[in-house]
């Protein structure tokens, strides 16, 4: 079976891609930023068919040949090391400096492995657009012309990163082709303890950080979906240009609603309702006061649902996608088992 490298293995997403990856039989290397982690590691290694076919190297975003290494022999790459925080001190060096310089350092490696066919690079809705607006039918052709490094940052270092990605194919013309993946929010359960910046939208709600129900709409996906949408990417080989991955759209009234069954001892949910016009503009306001990297998220996305179009990969890659409400639920209990949520 192939040889997969997955960058960034610690993580959410690639955990569990490399779960998938090696339930199909594949060999997988692993990438780490640092062996210190070893609670996380040792998750990995414990998943079915880790001990004979699974891998782990250390390497570094910042490190201009920190992939070469690790590509050597690979017949593809999953690309999914990448800083995903919201608010940071310096935007520019904690989050557009590893995205983009990693991304670029890491098909320069691809580039000079022969075995690599195929790099998949996995971007994100924040690529796409900042602000969804309510006339307009998201699609692969869209792209974020809105963010920088003072209005949703992140945003910002996914658009970029995924830019310098599509510019190197045009420039360098490696011997292999590029998918790009555009998930939406990805939520689920985790296979280790770390909380991600996605499912922690739930935590907070749970926790009572929310000061009430907000106009927020939300794309979802389930993590295992995503995964397995970078195995199709890999394993289809007429998949080319972007993906958008997203199931449905959820509003925050309808999240709670849902934490509030699968959680019925939570006590902190918010249940005053300011999804509303007036409460979306004092919200607005409100979020002047809130550090940079949600007050510019919350400007952008109050009162806004995001439409989307998912037929590409549901037709181009045969990806189907779960029930995203059940997911919420699921995740909700998976928070508590890891200690996110206490319920008492
Ligand atoms: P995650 O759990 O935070 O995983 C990110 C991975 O990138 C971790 O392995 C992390 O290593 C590594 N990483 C971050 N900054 C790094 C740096 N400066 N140097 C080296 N490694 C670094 O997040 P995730 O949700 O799985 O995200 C995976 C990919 O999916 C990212 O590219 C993200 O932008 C994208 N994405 C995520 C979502 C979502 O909703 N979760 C949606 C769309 C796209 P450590 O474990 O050592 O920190």
Excluded at 22 to 50: C, E, I, M, N, Q
Excluded at 201 to 210: L, M, P, T
Aim: hydrophobic share 45%.
């Amino acid at each position: 079976m192939p040889l997969v490298l997955v960058t960034g293995a610690t993580g959410f997403i690639a955990s569990h891609t490399i779960a998938d990856l090696l339930a199909h039989g594949y060999h997988v290397r692993g990438t780490v930023r640092s062996f210190a982690k070893a609670a996380d590691h040792a998750a990995l290694k414990a998943l079915p068919g880790a001990s004979e076919r699974l891998e782990l190297l250390e390497a570094q975003l910042l490190d201009p040949h920190g992939f070469d290494k690790a590509a050597e022999g690979c017949d593809a790459v999953l690309h999914m090391a990448s800083p995903y925080v919201m608010d940071v001190t310096d935007p520019q060096k904690d989050l557009v400096d590893p995205a983009v310089q990693g991304t670029v350092n890491l098909l320069k490696s691809a580039a000079q492995a022969p075995s690599v066919k195929r790099v998949v690079v996995t971007s994100s809705m924040a690529a796409i657009t900042d602000e969804p607006e309510a006339d307009h039918l998201l699609t692969e052709a869209d792209w974020n012309t809105k963010s920088s490094l003072t209005r949703n940052a992140y945003y910002y270092s996914k658009t970029m990163a995924e830019r310098a990605a599509w510019s190197f194919m045009d420039e360098a013309k490696p011997a292999f082709d590029l998918v790009v993946i555009n998930p939406f929010l990805v939520i689920g359960p985790s296979l280790t303890k770390a909380l991600n910046t996605s499912n922690k939208v739930f935590a907070d709600i749970v926790k009572g950080q929310y000061p009430a129900i907000l106009a927020l709409t939300w794309g979802f996906v389930d993590v295992r979906d995503v995964a397995r949408a970078h195995v199709l990417a890999l394993e289809t080989p007429s998949a080319s240009g972007r993906y958008i991955c997203a199931a449905d759209t959820v509003s925050m009234r309808d999240v709670v609603g849902i934490l509030r069954e699968a959680l019925p001892s939570a006590r902190k949910l918010p249940s005053f309702g300011l999804d509303h016009g007036f409460g979306t503009s004092l919200m607005r306001l409100a979020a002047l006061t809130q550090p940079p990297g949600v007050g510019s998220y919350l400007r952008s996305h109050l009162g806004r649902v995001p439409r989307y179009d998912n037929k590409k990969i549901r037709t181009e890659l045969g990806l189907t996608f779960r029930d995203v409400r059940k997911t919420i639920a699921e995740t909700a209990n998976d928070l508590v088992a890891w200690g996110h949520i206490k319920l008492r």
